[in-house]
């Protein structure tokens, strides 16, 4: 079975940065095939990664084709192998990973059957990777409609202050609300560059969920940004990615019990 992270958190709180390093933390390990998805319509995570992406190449595109032209199917295959084969051609393959774009949201039509066939779909295709890491927006859309699928761990991306844990709060709330298929939820810190009051740590404890990674500030993450490099080539002795790293075992630790 594929170890399935999604990350969600609040716009600004480094959620896409976490995924990158989540994802160089994994390569670190030899998780390979990797697949990391960029489920933010405010799509960059290819950029942190190094890849470009067509413009054109998303879910969301091959959404509105499948229901421009809901009987384009070739004569000899079922639609959901057609839909198979058109979700790999949306795939863009890097060094030692691929980077699949959902895009964005659907309009005003209904999309139900179209979600389904394309959450069995991508379920299908993250089969084929050892680990499947997923960049969110906080409102889990993608989550709720299901075209994600099942996730083994959420981490909630938050900085350390108290409109970060009311906002993590809201986000757990969702999950509860959407009953989503989560196996294990945590917080993750980030930019935590001194202790926890204990003032601040009662809000925290208030989303019932467990703080698993205090990421500090690393002004090397900042210059490879600033000089739009691939977050992947961070050296070893970045202080996120060291944190990054420690976080991981604890992941892994606990899934292999």
């Known amino acids: 079975?594929?170890?399935?992270?999604?990350?969600?958190?609040?716009?600004?709180?480094?959620?896409?940065?976490?995924?990158?390093?989540?994802?160089?933390?994994?390569?670190?390990?030899?998780?390979?095939?990797?697949?990391?998805?960029?489920?933010?319509?405010n799509s960059c995570l290819p950029e942190k990664l190094g890849v470009k992406v067509a413009e054109d190449k998303s879910i969301g595109s091959l959404r509105e084709q499948l229901r421009a032209e809901p009987e384009k199917v070739p004569q000899g295959i079922s639609k959901?192998?057609?839909?198979?084969?058109?979700?790999?051609?949306?795939?863009?393959?890097?060094?030692?990973?691929?980077?699949?774009?959902?895009?964005?949201?659907?309009?005003?039509?209904?999309?139900?059957?179209?979600?389904?066939?394309?959450?069995?779909?991508?379920?299908?295709?993250?089969?084929?990777y050892r680990a499947v890491i997923i960049d969110n927006e906080a409102g889990l859309e993608h989550l709720s409609r299901r075209t994600d699928g099942r996730v083994e761990v959420m981490l909630i991306v938050c900085q350390p202050t108290i409109s970060g844990a009311r906002t993590a709060l809201r986000i757990r709330d969702i999950m509860r609300s959407l009953c989503l298929e989560v196996q294990s939820a945590y917080l993750l810190i980030n930019r935590c560059d001194s202790d926890i009051?204990?003032?601040?740590?009662?809000?925290?404890?208030?989303?019932?969920?467990?703080?698993?990674?205090?990421?500090?500030?690393?002004?090397?993450?900042?210059?490879?940004?600033?000089?739009?490099?691939?977050?992947?080539?961070?050296?070893?002795?970045?202080?996120?990615?060291?944190?990054?790293?420690?976080?991981?075992?604890?992941?892994?630790k606990r899934r292999n019990k």
């Open 197 to 252: 009051s204990p003032e601040l740590m009662d809000e925290f404890k208030k989303t019932g969920l467990e703080i698993i990674g205090r990421i500090p500030s690393d002004p090397v993450i900042g210059r490879f940004e600033d000089e739009q490099k691939s977050l992947i080539e961070l050296p070893a002795d970045s202080k996120a990615l060291q944190q990054v790293e420690k976080m991981m075992d604890e992941i892994l």
């Open 80 to 128: 959901s192998e057609w839909v198979e084969r058109l979700i790999n051609e949306e795939v863009t393959e890097a060094l030692g990973f691929d980077v699949i774009v959902m895009g964005r949201q659907e309009g005003p039509n209904c999309y139900c059957y179209i979600n389904n066939l394309l959450r069995n779909c991508i379920e299908k295709i993250g089969e084929q």
């Open 1 to 41: 079975m594929s170890l399935k992270i999604a990350i969600a958190g609040k716009g600004g709180t480094g959620k896409t940065t976490m995924t990158a390093l989540l994802c160089r933390s994994l390569m670190n390990r030899a998780f390979k095939p990797l697949l990391a998805v960029d489920a933010d319509p």
